[in-house]
C-alpha cells in the first residue's frame, strides 16, 4: 500500500509531544517540579506502543522504510528517552528552560527515529542533523557553567566538520552510483567496474568517518571525554547510548543495505575501527580519575567490541552481526545510562563525579552501591549480568563472520578493561568512607535508577526474549538486502 | 527424564545467597544458619547422589535439559558421570566445612556468606553443566566474587596487600577465561548444526590441526585457574591473604575446577589435541610438583607453605591427566578429591592457629601441641596424607598418577616421585617447628584449643581423609573412567597399553620398589578389583 501513512504516526505523535510540552510549560509555575518528565513518559510509552502496531511501510520511493528494525531500534530510542526523562525530573526544579530541555530531546529522539526507518542516505543524514543540533544544545545546556559551554561549543565545531566531510562522502557516493537509495546504490555497486572502486573507497572512507563521529570510535573519539565530563549528565547519558545507537543503526543500514557487496571498501576500515577503538579505549580509560570521563572511555571500548560484530557483516548471512549488534546496544542502554545516572546520583551530594568521591559508596547507600557494582560488571562481561550475554553474542557473530583475531583480541582487551571496572568497584565496596552521611537519592532519579539496574540484571538472567528481538530486528534489514539482491538478479 | 536434583544442588545455595541480603545484618545467628542450611542442605543431595548413581549404566544421569535461547544451541543442560559426581560430594563437603570455620566471623557476616554461597552455586554449575554456555556462565561466577571475598575480608602480608592480591587473582583468571571463550567459539561454529551442547561436540569430529590449537587455548585457559606453572603466581597471594573459609574453598575446589575443565573439555572434546601435548603437559606438571614443593621450603608464612604446596599437588593432578590411560586419570580425580579435603583440613587448621595466636610466622611458633593438642593431630593428619602416606587418602591418589604416568612416560614419573619426598621434609618440619619444641609462654598467654563448631569442620575432613584412604573402593569405582562415556575412554587408549605380563611386572617390580613398605594391602586390595590392567585393557578392546 503505497499511501498508507499510518507508519508514519509514532514519529507525527512524537513531534506533537514535544511541541505540546513546550507550550504547556509556558503556563506552569517556574521553579518547581512540574513533572513533565512524567509526561514524557507516559507518552513515550503510548508511541512506543502505536509504533509495535503500525505497518511495514515503504514510503515516498523508498525514502523512508518502516520496518521490524526501524521498530526494534525505535523501541531502544525510546526507552532511552524515558529513563533519562524520569530521571530529569529530579533536576527539573533547578532548571530555567525545562520545557524547552524535554523538548530538544525528544526531537533528537524524533531525529534518531528517522534514521532507523531511513531508506536512503538523504534520509540518513537528515536524521543524524536533527539529532545532533538538537544535543549540541542539550550539551550546554547548562549555560552558565564553563564546562558546559565548553562542550557544547567543541562538540558543535567538531560535529560540524564530521558532518561535512559525511557530506561529501554521500555527495561522492551519488557521483558515483548515481543515486542515494540505499537499494539503487547497492544495484549500482554490483555493476562498478574497477577503475571508479578508489572512488567509491573515498565515498565510503568519509561517510563511515561521520558516523565514526556519532559512535564515538576511535580515531573520532576525541570530544567524547570532554564533552561526556561537561555536560549535564542526564544529557550524557543520553548521549553516551541513544545517539550512540543511532550512529551504529545507520552503520549497519549503511553497510548491509547499501554496500554489502563492496566488501574491499568497508572491511578494512570497520576493523580498523574496531582495533582502534578497543585499544584506546580501555588503555586510557585505566588512568582515568573522572568517573564520567571514564566512562566515555570504556563506551569507546564498547563500540570496539560492537564493530567487532559489524565487521563479521561480511558472512554471507549477516543477520547475526546485527543481532547481536541490536541485543548489545539494547542492554549498553540500560546499562550506561545506570551508570550515568548512579553518578548523578553522588555528584548532587557530593559535588563532584570523581571515582574518589564513589569512596565507601556501600556505607553511604547500599542500593547506590549494589547498583554501581551491578553497572560495573555487567559493563565489564561478567556473568550473570546482561554484558556477558552481549559480549559474548557479538564476538560470536564476529567469529561467524572469519574476525577471529580481532575476537581473540576483543577478549584479552575485555580482561583490562576489568581492572578499571574493579578499581571503582574497589572505592565503592572495599574502601572506607571520608565523610560518614548517608546519601540520599531523589525518588525520580532512583526510579529510573531501579529500571536501568534491574534490566540489566534481567536480560542477563533470561536473554532469550531479547535475542529473539535482536533477530527480529535482523530480519527486517535482511527482507530489505535480500530484496535488493533479488532486483539485481 | 527429567531430574531436578542437580538444580536442587545449584540453585540452593544460590536461594540461600539471596535470601541472606534480605535478612537484617543485626539477626546474626539467623544469617548464619541460612547460610548453613543453604550450604549443609547440598551434603545431603551430593551423597545422595553418590548413592543413587548407577554404576553399571555408567556414562551421564541425572540430566535435565531445558532450552533457554533455541535459536542459539544454547539449553540449560545439567547432567553428572562419576567424576562430577565425586567433585559435587566434594563441593558440598567443603563449604559445609568453610560455612562452620567461618562461624565466628564477625566482620559484614551477611554479605561474607552470601559471596561465599554464591561462589559455590557457580562451581556446583560448572561440575553439573552439559553446556558450554552454562559452564562457562558458572566458570564466571564462581571467580568473581573472589575479588571482593579477598578484597574485603582478606588479610594483607607482608609482602602483598589484600586488594593486590585480589587484583593480581582475578585479572589473572579472567584472562584465562579470555582464552576459555575464545575456544568456546571455535568449538560452537566449528560443527553443524551450531549447538554449545558437549554431548553434541562429543560427536563433532574436529580436525586434527584444530584440535591441537584449541587444546592449547583451553590448557592455558583452565590452567591457570589449576595452577600450572608458569601461571600460577596469582595461587600463592590469592591464598594467603584470603580468609580461612576462602582459602578453603579456594585451594579446595576452585582450582579443581582448572583441572576439571582441562579433562571435560581439552581431553573429553578434543583428545586428539590432547595426545599431541600429552608429554607438554606432563612435563609442566613435573615442574609444578618440584618446583611447588621447593617453593613451599623456602616460606616461613604458614599460609604461603600451604599454598605452594597446593601449587605442587595440583601438579600431581595434572600429571595424572597428561598419563591419558584410565588409570592416571582415576587418580587424578582421586587426587582432586583427596587434595580438596587435605587443603580444606589444613586452611581451617590455619585459620584457627591464626585466630588464636596472631600471627603466621613459623619461626616465632614453637611447643602448640601442648596448648592445642586437637588441632596438632589433625594438622598432623592432613601432612601425612600430603606426602601420601598409606591409609591416608593421599596414597591411593599419588599412587595412580604415578602409576599411570609411569605406563607412559616413565621419566617424567621417576622425576615427579622426588616431590614426594620434597613433600615430606617441608611439611614435616613446618609440623615439628610448630607444634614441637619450646613453647614461648610469654608470647602466648592464652592459647585455646578450637571450639564446637571448628572441631565439626577440621575433624570431619580428618576423618574423611582416613576413611577414604582406608576404604577408597567405592570412590575409585565411582569415578572409574573406564566406564564412563564411551567415545572419550576409547579416544584415551594410551599410546603403550602394557601387555598383561608387562603391567603385572610394572605393579610387582618397580612401584614396589618404589613405595617400599608403603604398599598398603588394603588399599590395594581395594582399587585393584576394579582397575587392575587387565581389566581395563579388556575394556579397552571391547571398545575397539
Redesign the interface.
Known sequence: MPNDYSSLHPIILLTVLALFIILLDIFLPKKKPAFLGWLVTIGGLIILLIDWHSPDAKLWDGLVNFTSYSRAFDTIFLLTLITVSIASVAEEGAMSFRGEYYGLLIFSTVGLMLIASSGGLLMLYLGIELTSMCLFTLVGFAKREKRSAEAALKMFIIGAIASAVMLYGISILYGVLGSTQFDRMSLAVARLDAAQSMALWLGVAFTLAGIGFKITAAPFHMWAPDVYEGAPTTITAYLSTASKTGGIAALLQFILLGMHSALLEWTPIIMLLAVLSMIVGNLVALVQTNLKRLLAYSGIAQMGYIMVAIAGLQATNGSMSVASAYVYLLLYSFTNVGGFLIAQAIADVTGSTEVSALKGLHRRSAPLAFGMLIVLFSLGGIPPLAGFVGKIYLFAAGWNGGQHLLVLLGAIVSVVSLYYYLMVALQVYIKDPEEKSRITVHSSLSAAISICVVATILIGAYPRPWVELGQYAASGLQRVSSMNIARTK | MTHWILTFVILTPLTASLVLLLIPRQLRTLVRFVSLAGAGLTLPAAIWLFAAYNRQVAGFQFEQTLP?????GISYHVGVDGTSVVLILLTAIIITGGIFASWTQKVRTKEFLSLLLLLVSGVFGVFASRDL?FL???Y??AV?PM??LI??WGTSTKQRTK?YSA?KL??ML??GS??I??AI??L??NQTPHSFDMGAMAHAHYGPSFQKTIFLLVYIGFGVLAGIWPIHTWSPDGHASAPTAVSMLHAGVLMKLGAYGILRIGMGLLPDGAQHFAFLVGAIATINILYGALSAMGQTDLKYIIAYSSVSHMGVVMLGLASLNPIGINGSVMQMFSHGIMTGLFFACVGLIYEKSHTRNIPSMGGFAKKMPGIALLMTIGGLASFGLPATSGFIAEFLCFYGMWMRYPVLALISVVGIVLTAIYVLRMIQRIFLGQFKEEMYPSLPDAKTTEWVAITGLALLLIVVGLYPEPLVRMIDVSKQAQPFVASITPVKTPSTNESAKITNGNIHAQYGTRYFLTAINGYAMHINPNGWSNDAKRLQ
Not at chain 2, 68 to 72: A, G, M
Open positions: 533457554w535461547v533455541p535459536s542459539l554456555f562457562f556462565l558458572f564466571e561466577i568473581l575479588y571482593l578484597g574485603v586488594e587484583m582475578t585479572l579472567l584472562a579470555a582464552f571463550l575464545v567459539l571455535a560452537y561454529f
